[in-house]
């Protein structure tokens, strides 16, 4: 349920931030993506990557509205697929707190050097040089910045919440056997 939740949720900051571009990439994106890999099975996999895909459509064409040409989006694609994996390497069989940092450190770091680079390469918008490639990224730190501090904050509520309740009532079952 979280998982989907998470899915809700990630669609929803995509949109809510649109009025205000100093919070683009502050979105449920990646730890969606992540959690999704972690805690679902492989055959529900397609259900994020689907309606993300409708996601990055909708925005380019209604809100932004931009043609939209499927051919910009792979990398993105292939990359929310690769999120799921990573969350399944790192967080299926178990999960701790060192791998939940890990998971929220490479997931929104390989999608700024993925992204960036696919746009370096890709778009005309920078020179093909050494140059161009670090202006390229030296533009999308704020983004980075957004995309990273709200996958932690995610994931950290996400994995974190069912520990605290579990050792809550853990706590709450050994203080009642105390008073007996």
């Given amino acids: 349920m979280i998982a ?6 990630a669609v ?4 809510l931030v649109l009025p205000h571009p100093e919070w683009m990439n502050f979105s449920a994106e990646g730890a969606a ?6 805690r679902r099975p492989w055959r529900e996999m397609v259900t994020p990557l689907a ?3 409708a ?3 909708c925005l380019t064409v209604y809100a932004y509205h931009y043609p939209f040409h499927w051919q910009s989006y792979v990398t993105t694609w292939a990359w929310y697929a690769a999120a799921m ?9 178990k999960t701790t707190f060192a791998r939940v940092a890990t998971a929220a450190l490479l997931g929104p770091t390989s999608f700024f050097v993925v ?4 746009v370096w390469a890709g778009s005309g918008m920078y020179p093909r040089t050494l140059a161009g490639l670090s202006a390229c990224y030296a533009a999308a730190i704020p983004f980075y910045r957004n995309d990273l501090a709200s996958t932690a904050i995610l994931l950290a509520a996400a994995f974190g919440a069912p520990v605290l309740v579990r050792r809550m009532q ?3 079952v050994e203080t009642a056997a105390v008073r007996k």
Avoid: H
């Fill in 4 to 9: 989907y939740l998470l899915l809700l949720l």
């Fill in 33 to 38: 993506l992540l959690y999704f890999g972690a």
């Fill in 51 to 53: 309606v993300l895909m």
């Fill in 12 to 15: 929803l900051s995509r949109v």
């Fill in 170 to 172: 853990a706590q709450g």
């Fill in 55 to 57: 996601t990055d459509f």
């Fill in 115 to 118: 992204s960036n680079y696919a």
């Fill in 85 to 93: 994996a990573l969350g399944w390497i790192l967080l299926s069989a």
